[in-house]
């Protein structure tokens, strides 16, 4: 069993739409939870960094972490084509130790 | 550069032929991590500095593999006689490892290797 799991999809859902995308963890010692976005042939870039039990809201994006189910979630409002891209889970015990990722989901927004 | 910035961005080697791929963090990072992205895959972590020190290095695939930080800001990874199963993107990361954002860690665009 992996470390990070996550449904690799692709997730489809209509302009507008809410996505929702889910990610499971086995190390209860995690700490600190992320979410970077991967457009095809590009780095992650980090969108949404969340520590503590609950939600947390940036603009459309919408983080929530449950450490007693060891879940973390990304809610996506109003999608736009420009979302569709691979959205990978992160999970750290410690600043400065390193990233351990889920495999990734691969969102389509449709027009 | 105000990123980290990674080279060469796309290197074609010839299976047996050693190569180095280099990383400049950002400025004052002391985490710098390795990683290895196969396509379609999540990045998988190969190693890890803090400052010069590689402080785990438990990712990397083998013998082959090697990296050094010697002065702990630019870092390389050498991979010898290569393979094409080495064919992947990898990826040079760094974080400041302390403060409240300590732990947030930014990405280079990627070294893309392909072993022919």
């Known amino acids: 069993q992996k470390e990070v799991e996550q449904n690799s999809g692709p997730l489809s859902v209509p302009e507008g739409a809410i996505a929702s995308l889910n990610c499971t963890y086995s190390?209860?010692?995690?700490?600190?939870f992320f979410w970077y976005r991967q457009y095809s042939g590009k780095s992650p870039e980090l969108i949404m960094s969340i520590y503590s039990n609950g939600d947390k809201e940036d603009g459309r994006f919408t983080a929530q972490l449950n450490k007693a189910s060891q879940y973390v979630s990304l809610l996506i409002r109003d999608s736009q084509p420009s979302d569709s891209a691979t959205y990978l889970c992160a999970v750290n015990a410690n600043a400065g130790n390193m990233l351990t990722f889920g495999g990734g989901t691969r969102l389509m927004v449709k027009p | 550069g105000a990123g980290v910035s990674q080279s060469p961005r796309y290197k074609v080697a010839k299976r047996g032929q050693d190569v180095a791929l280099r990383c400049d963090p950002i400025s004052g990072h002391v985490s710098l991590f390795w990683y290895q992205q196969a396509l379609g895959q999540g990045p998988e972590f190969l190693t890890y500095?803090?400052?010069?020190?590689?402080?785990?290095k438990s990712g990397l695939p083998s013998d082959r593999f090697f990296a050094e930080r010697p002065e702990g800001s630019v870092s390389t990874l050498k991979i010898q006689r290569t393979q094409q199963e080495d064919s992947a993107v990898y990826l040079c990361?760094?974080?400041?490892?302390?403060?409240?954002?300590?732990?947030?860690?930014?990405f280079g665009e990627g070294s893309w290797l392909t072993v022919v």
């Open positions: 190390d209860r010692v995690s700490q600190s």
């Open positions: 500095f803090q400052n010069e020190a590689q402080l785990d």
């Open positions: 990361a760094s974080s400041l490892a302390r403060g409240e954002s300590g732990n947030t860690i930014y």
